[in-house]
């Protein structure tokens, strides 16, 4: 885990796999789309990571980035 | 096919081809485009967060899994070798390549070096974890921090 920061949820290897795999396996196809809001939740929620932390429209840290969600 | 889209293919194509970044000049040239309507399409793909560009506007810091810039998560696969923008990102690159690949990076809390061999069906057995430090609601706030 990163130093000097406070301690956030970890993910493990096969979870982290599964994460990459379902938002970047179609990136390179004229079809592929950044996974939007819903989508997001309904992906970390298939791996079980869920709560404030990983709801992209969540203000429990002090507001949102604005516009669409996720890299 | 429209102009954005084009640029977006080319950019991606690019990146897997050779593993760096394109210029606009490049794209333009691959899409027979002109470079001046060459960066205005990459200048609403960041507005639309498919890309991250540095402050001249027009070269790109990142194409998600893909970093423009080198960084500590080099990715190697067919031979090529790729720069990822974090741990995620450096197994999205052999998910996006649909390629077997070696990830060679560095643990963040002792840095000591790391490596990876990740097969078409992930990374083998690890206890490696992965720490994300910002909420996934601030992620833009400072993508690249993030």
Do not use: K, Y
């Given at each position: 885990m990163a130093t000097g920061y406070p301690l956030r949820p970890l993910v493990r290897m096969d979870q982290l796999w599964e994460l990459a795999r379902k938002w970047y396996?179609?990136?390179?196809?004229?079809?592929s789309r950044r996974p939007q809001p819903a989508e997001m939740r309904q992906i970390f929620g298939g791996l079980g990571l869920t709560g404030d932390f990983w709801?992209?429209?969540?203000?429990?840290?002090?507001g949102t980035a604005g516009g669409p969600a996720a890299c | 096919m429209d102009l954005d889209l084009e640029t977006k293919l080319a950019i991606y194509g690019h990146f897997a081809a050779v593993g760096s970044r394109p210029s606009v000049n490049d794209v333009a040239a691959r899409v027979g485009a002109a470079a001046s309507r060459v960066r205005e399409a990459f200048r609403r793909l960041r507005e639309l967060r498919v890309l991250v560009l540095e402050a001249d506007g027009?070269?790109?810091?990142?194409?998600p899994p893909f970093s423009g810039v080198p960084t500590q998560h080099r990715v190697t696969a067919g031979g090529v070798t790729y720069h990822a923008n974090c741990a995620w990102d450096a197994l999205g690159i052999p998910a996006a390549l649909h390629r077997p690949a070696t990830v060679h990076s560095r643990c963040a809390q002792t840095l000591e070096p790391l490596e990876l061999a990740v097969s078409d069906r992930g990374p083998?057995?690890?206890?490696w974890l992965f720490h994300c430090v910002v909420p996934a609601a601030q992620w833009w706030v400072d993508i690249v921090f993030t």
């Open positions: 396996s179609t990136r390179l196809q004229p079809d709801d992209p429209q969540s203000d429990a840290f002090g | 027009e070269s790109i810091r990142m194409a083998g057995p690890s206890d």
